[in-house]
């Protein structure tokens, strides 16, 4: 692989990173809002699909790591 494409998936890399803290500081915020929840509200639907969602945006975070990984293998 020569420079130009390095540097571009660099590039790539850089901007997985920002999106993997953007999507990590989404999570927490939804998971914060669902333990701050009082019980009653915590196990109804709305509850759940609160916990649901920040499930979804660690699934997320994970498949983004994935690709940054994957990335530089192929870098390297």
Known sequence: ???SRRKRIQSV???LEEL???IEA???EEQDAYEN???GIKYS???ETM???ASRLDEAY???????DELTEAME
């Open 1 to 3: 692989m020569n420079d």
């Open 13 to 15: 890399l850089d901007s």
């Open 20 to 22: 993997k803290e953007e």
């Open 26 to 28: 989404i999570k927490d």
């Open 37 to 39: 929840l009082p019980d």
């Open 45 to 47: 639907e709305r509850g």
């Open 51 to 53: 916990e649901e969602k």
């Open 62 to 68: 994970s498949y983004m790591e994935q690709a940054a």
